[in-house]
C-alpha cells in the first residue's frame, strides 16, 4: 500500500513539473490524466478536463484519424510521434508534436494511451509576446509554407499566399495534399517528392497549378528527437519569371526582324539533324536561300522597304514550312529551311514553289530568290559539309541571276 501511494505522488509531482502536456485517454477515448503542462498548453484546468472526450480538443478533420488510431491501439506499433492541431481553450489552434504510448495493465492488456505533447508553433494570437514577431515574419513571406503529417494532410500553412489566391494561414489545416495540388495521380512528381521526403530526401521541382508555375522545394520535418513527422514545404508563384524567362530564350533564338529562327538555332537544330539522321539511316535537306537585289531595294526605296522584303521572304518560307521543319535567317539577305526526313525531289518542290508564290506576289517591289540545296548524306554528314553544297549551288543560282539582269534590256 505505501508503495502504491508513493507511486502515485511521483507521478503526480510528474505531472505538475513537467513543461510537456501529458494526459492518459482511456481506449473510449476519455481523458483520465491532465498535467499542469496541458493546463498550460490548452488552457483548460484538469477539473474542466478530466472525464471528458479527447474530441474535445480536436479539430473536426482529426477526429477520424484518433478514433482510428484509439480503436487500434493494440496493433498500431507505439510509441509513436504526430503531428497535428489541437483547440486551446479560447478557440485557437495549437501545433503540435505528439508522442504516445500504450497504458497497459498488469497482463499486458491495452488500458489506454499516454500522451505527451509539446507545441512547435501556431498562428493565433495567444502565443508569448516573445513569441509574437515568429508568425509575424512568417506570415509576410511572400510564397506559401505548409507541414504535412507522414500521411500528406496538411497540418498547417503560412506565408502571404500565392498571387490572386486567398489563402489565410492555417486554412489548408486538414487539406489532403493531393486534394490541394490537384493530383489525382498518386504518382505524380509532387506526391511522389512528397513520399521520399518522408524517407529523409530533400527536392526542389516546378509543378504547373490552377494556371501558374510553382517552384516548389521540400524536405522532411523531424521532432526534437530526430524522427521524421511529417514535411515543410516552401511554394513560390514563379509563373512570371517563367515567361519573362521563355520570352528572353525566344528572343535569344529568333531574329527580331523577320520572327524566324536565327543562325544561333539553325546551327543547333542542323547538328541534331545531322545526328539523328545518323542514328534512323534517313535522310534530310538544307535549303540556303538569298533574296535577290537587297542593296537594290534599299538604295532604291530605302531600308523600311528593305526590312519589308525580308519580312515578305520569310512569310513565304513559312507558308510553305511544314511545322517540323526550321525556317531561319541565316544572316543579312540570306536564309536557310531544314527539311525534315525529305529528299532532294521534296527540296525542288519545296524551292520551286517558294519561288513561284514570291512570282505571282503583287506587292511592290517584286521580289526574286536564289536557292541552293544539300541533301543528307549525298553532299555531306556534317553540318559544315551540308552548308558548303548548298552554297555552292546558290552561287551558281545567283550568278545566273545576275547574268540574266544584265542581259534583261
Not at 489563402?167 to 495534399?177: E, F, R, V, Y
Not at 541571276?401 to 534590256?409: E, I
Amino acid at each position: 500500500m505505501a508503495d502504491r501511494l508513493a507511486r502515485e505522488r511521483l507521478l503526480t509531482a510528474l505531472l505538475d513539473s513537467a513543461e510537456e502536456a501529458i494526459l492518459s485517454v482511456a481506449l473510449d477515448g476519455t481523458i483520465e490524466t491532465w498535467s499542469a503542462g496541458a493546463e498550460r498548453l490548452y488552457g483548460y484546468t484538469a477539473q474542466e478536463m478530466t472525464g471528458q472526450s479527447l474530441s474535445r480538443l480536436l479539430p473536426l478533420y482529426e477526429l477520424p484519424s484518433m478514433e482510428t488510431f484509439l480503436s487500434q491501439a493494440g496493433r498500431n506499433g507505439c510509441p509513436s510521434t504526430d503531428l497535428g492541431e489541437r483547440l486551446h481553450k479560447n478557440g485557437s489552434r495549437i501545433l503540435l508534436a505528439t508522442r504516445r504510448h500504450l497504458i497497459r495493465g498488469e497482463n499486458g492488456e491495452v488500458l489506454g494511451i499516454l500522451e505527451i505533447a509539446h507545441r512547435l508553433d501556431t498562428h493565433e494570437a495567444f502565443l508569448a509576446p516573445a513569441e509574437a514577431p515568429l508568425p509575424l515574419l512568417m506570415g509576410q513571406i511572400p510564397g506559401l509554407l505548409w507541414m504535412t503529417d507522414r500521411n500528406l494532410r496538411i497540418t498547417s500553412n503560412w506565408g502571404a499566399g500565392l498571387r490572386n489566391v486567398k489563402i489565410g494561414p492555417g486554412s489548408l489545416a486538414g487539406q489532403n495534399l493531393c486534394e490541394f495540388l490537384e493530383c489525382a495521380d498518386r504518382h505524380a512528381t509532387p506526391i511522389a517528392e512528397h513520399c521520399d521526403a518522408l524517407r529523409g530526401l530533400s527536392f526542389h521541382f516546378e509543378h504547373a497549378w490552377k494556371n501558374r508555375v510553382l517552384e516548389i522545394r521540400v524536405g522532411p520535418l523531424r521532432s526534437a528527437s530526430g524522427e521524421i513527422i511529417g514535411c515543410l514545404t516552401a511554394a513560390l508563384d514563379i509563373t512570371g519569371r517563367k515567361k519573362t524567362d521563355e520570352q528572353a530564350l525566344y528572343q535569344a533564338r529568333h531574329d527580331a526582324l523577320t520572327g524566324l529562327a536565327n543562325y544561333r538555332e539553325f546551327m543547333d537544330r542542323l547538328e541534331r539533324e545531322v545526328l539523328r539522321a545518323e542514328r534512323s539511316q534517313r535522310s534530310f535537306t538544307l535549303l540556303l536561300l538569298d533574296l535577290d537585289d537587297l542593296k537594290r531595294i534599299n538604295d532604291l526605296r530605302g531600308h523600311l522597304a528593305g526590312n519589308r522584303a525580308l519580312r515578305r521572304l520569310a512569310a513565304v518560307m513559312n507558308e510553305h514550312c511544314r511545322s517540323t521543319d526550321l525556317a531561319a535567317r541565316y544572316g543579312g539577305d540570306e536564309f536557310a529551311v531544314v527539311l525534315i526526313d525529305s529528299d532532294q525531289g521534296m527540296a525542288r518542290n519545296v524551292a520551286q514553289r517558294i519561288e513561284k508564290r514570291l512570282r505571282t506576289d503583287q506587292e511592290k517591289p517584286p521580289l526574286s530568290v536564289s536557292i541552293g540545296i544539300g541533301v543528307y548524306p549525298d553532299d555531306g554528314r556534317t553540318p559544315e559539309e551540308l552548308i558548303e553544297a548548298a552554297d555552292r549551288r546558290l552561287y551558281l543560282r545567283k550568278k545566273s541571276h545576275d547574268q540574266r539582269a544584265a542581259s534583261a534590256p
